[in-house]
Structure formats: structure tokens, C-alpha cells
């Protein structure tokens, strides 16, 4: 969906009219399950509630923060929720602050933190089986396949109710427009179909070092990006030009190429369910521009880099650039485990010299299902959890760098912390993002179209065989 399209959609159902609006992927087979910030927070299996007896002033943040929210907080106290998520740093911030929520409330907060492809199989079962374990769980690619299965609750009804949700002091358009997307099914949904938790967007690292070194310029435009490539592959020994994802997966090279094929001006799903587009001109151009780039300047085994082993190149010094990727590679690109940590720089993704900016962007949300026992504690959850006091403590007070809203982005102690030039690169970035749109079957063909990417980077075809292959197969899957 293009950024006017998308803007046209949260116009019609417009968050100020809630009775419309009451919103580094990973996945896919050959990736290895984790986030793609390459960090895993929580902890394996389950761990009780986090309730505490103590005091206002011993709660991460104060309970007078949320005293101004026209909701009946505690006309659940007593109960409890169970929640299902991914070991993620979303889980290892807030954690922390979850004993406010539970004073807050009198609800008792239980986790049940698993790794991710774990997660997903008992999400499966507890949702397609109706057996309702998980009030709140987290929420990706797969959420228009729950959707039309009737498997998951949407969130208007809650955000209707007057005792649970109040609009003026929840400020819904505080949410960046990708984040909201997203949380209406990706534009296949009227209704909210989650409640957004973190927000990534791809960005450009650089090596300043060589930038210098050569009298390079950042680059703008895909063309000066493969310059750059070039003049640092051909005078650099052990240092590739760039490094991107090659591996198959849909939440691996897909998720680069797609910001490429809508900077070309197309999108996935010309006409949905009947023409892909996948073999579009767009497509093919930013397929082979993508495929060139890895061939010609990128690591040898190009076609089988995940997310952790791109990270892990620009960490140990091998490549001058990393093309797009998540902005969450940003700690630990300038951490301790970084080699070059003194040398990164980040940018805006590059784009045609004649396209348009239009960064991919992935959001977790949280979720809750037709057969929960307690969804209506569980949207409190979600509403405690995802607003501003709570999401700004998670980003000034803790290291959490992935908030969905604008107001944590543009605050003055936040951008400190992350340095200005970060944030600003982000909030920029993500205020022009145009998130993958995930059909009930994108998991399906997607993965297919990962694929034959893949053989592309390989060598195996060209990249206009690739996508005219998965463009077949995409159109088939829906019309079987």
C-alpha cells in the first residue's frame, strides 16, 4: 500500500472518530527465530506475577501519572491475566515497571516468555483450539490469517467503552501512522486488531572511518550507494563494499527488498488477490539493483546472510556498509561488542535519485483472542502498557529504543541518551514508513517469494526469472 493510500485509510476511519477507529520482521523458514535487533529479553518458560505491597514511591512510576485517565482501573481487582510473548526486549523493559500496572489495577500479571518459533506453536494451539491460556499475546505477520479465522478479538468494543479507554488522555495520534496501520491488519482491517508495543524502521550504517578515508558522502540515492560500495570493496582488503540479508525467510531478504520495490513506485499486490506485482517493472528494478549489489560487492555466501550474521560483519569491521536494516542494530553497531563502535554512522536508507523515500517499518502489537477469559483486563494491559507515562519511562529511564510513539522520539532526555542524530534519523524515518501489508497468506507466499529471491542471490537465475517465478506462485496459492 502506498503512503497515500495508507493515508487515505487512517483518514476514513480517522483515530479521532473511534467509533471507526476504536493500531526487522523476522519469520519464515531460514531465519533463526529472533528479534531482528538481535537482542532476546525475558526469560525462558513461565514466571509469576510481579505484585508488589510497597508504596507509591517504590513503583518504577508513579501512580499520579495515570490518575488523570477518566478509566475505572481497578473494577477488575483481584483477577488476573496470563500473557504470551517472545523473548524480546519489549518483555526485559517494561518488566520492571509491570508492579505498577498490578497496584495500579489489582490485577496480577503472569508471563509466559518463550523463544519465538516455540511461542508461535503454542500460540497456534492455544488459539485454534479455543482454549483461551493467553489474555494478551503478541502479534505479527500472521494476524490477518487469526483475523479471518475469527481467531483474535478486535479492540473496538473496549476502546467504546467508556470505563476502560479514554481517548483525550490516551492521545491515539500520538502513534506514528505506520504503527496504527499496522495495528488495523496492515490496511486489510476496519478494526484494531492489536494494540502496538515497538516499531522498527530500516535505516543506512556507514563507517565514518572510511567514508573519510576515501572522501566519500553519505548516500541519498541507490546510485551513490553502489558507488560508495564499489570504492570501498575495491580498495579495502578484507572489507566488503556492503552486506545485506540474502537468506530466505519473510522476515529476511523480502523485508530489505521491499522497501526498494515501493521506492520504484509499486507495491506488493497490484491488484489483490489476482496480479502480485511482483512482476512488475518496479519490482524487477529493485530486484536486480538489490541482487547486483550483494553479487558484485557484498560477502562471499551473500545469499545465505540472516539479520545476526549482517550484524555481525559490521560489528567485527568486515563491511563499509550495511544497505537498510533495522534501527535497532543501532546498540549493537556502537556497543561493547562492536569493534567499530567508534566509527558508526546511520543515515536515512537510500532511495532512486527519481523514487520516493519510503522505508520499511515492522511493528509488534499485542493481541487478545475470541476465547480469552479475561479480554477486557487484557485491554487495560494494553492500554496501560502502550501509553505515553508508561512508554516514555520505558525510553528515559530504561534502554528500551523502539517506541511507537512520536512524543518518546521527540523528548529531549530520550534523545540524549540515544544521541540526537539516532533519533532523528529514526523519527524522520519512520514518519515516512510504509509497512509491509500482511494478507492472510503472506506467511505462505511470502516465503516462496523469499526464495526464489534467494536463488537470484545465489546466482542460480536472474532476478527478472525470480520474480516472474514468484509472481506465479503468489497468484496460484489464492487462486488454489
Known sequence: ???????????????????????????????????????SGGSD??????????????????LSEYEDADIDWRQFEGSS????????????AI?????????????????????????????????????????VFYMDQVVNQFREEGWIQPLDPFFDDGSLFDEDWYEP?????????????????DTWTGMPITVEVQTQFYRKDLYDKHDLEVAETLEQFRQNAQTIHENESDVVGTVGRGDKGYGMNIYILNTFLREFGTSLWTEFPTDSGLDSDGVIDAAEWYVSLLQDYGPEGASTQTWSDVLSTMQEGRAGHIVADANLFWPGLTGS?????????????????????????????????????NSEQAFLFMVWASSQPTNTWMHVE???????RQSVWENDEFRSRVGEN??????????????????????????????????????????????????????DIYSN
Open 1 to 39: 500500500m502506498t503512503n497515500s493510500n495508507r493515508r487515505t485509510f487512517l483518514k476514513a476511519t480517522g483515530v479521532g472518530l473511534l467509533s471507526g477507529l476504536a493500531g526487522c520482521t523476522r519469520g519464515g523458514d531460514g531465519s533463526d527465530g529472533s528479534g531482528s535487533d538481535g537482542s
Open 45 to 62: 518458560g513461565s514466571d509469576g506475577g510481579t505484585n508488589t505491597d510497597g508504596s507509591d514511591g517504590d513503583l518504577a512510576i508513579p
Open 81 to 92: 491475566i496470563n500473557i504470551g510473548a517472545v523473548q524480546h526486549p519489549w518483555v526485559s
Open 95 to 135: 518488566k520492571p515497571a509491570v508492579p505498577v500496572f498490578e497496584e495500579l489495577t489489582g490485577i496480577d500479571v503472569v508471563w509466559n516468555v518463550l523463544p519465538e518459533q516455540q511461542f508461535r506453536t503454542k500460540r497456534q494451539t492455544d488459539v485454534s483450539t479455543g482454549a483461551g491460556q493467553f489474555d
Open 173 to 189: 495520534d500520538d502513534l506514528f501512522e505506520a504503527s496504527r496501520w499496522q495495528a488495523h491488519g496492515g490496511g486489510y482491517s
Open 337 to 373: 561488542d562492536s569493534s567499530v563502535a567508534d566509527s558508526i554512522g546511520i543515515a536515512k536508507a537510500p532511495s532512486p535519485a527519481d523514487g520516493q523515500f519510503s522505508p520499511n517499518a515492522f511493528n509488534w502489537q499485542i493481541s487478545t483472542s475470541k476465547n480469552a477469559q
Open 398 to 404: 530504561g534502554d528500551a529504543a523502539f517506541s511507537v
Open 422 to 475: 539516532f533519533a532523528q534519523v529514526t523519527l524522520e524515518s519512520l514518519q515516512e514508513a510504509a509497512p509491509d501489508p500482511f494478507d492472510r497468506k503472506y506467511p505462505q507466499w511470502g516465503q516462496r517469494y523469499s526464495e526464489e529471491l534467494q536463488r537470484a542471490i545465489a546466482g542460480q537465475k536472474s532476478a527478472e526469472e525470480a520474480m516472474t517465478q514468484a509472481a506465479s506462485i503468489a497468484e
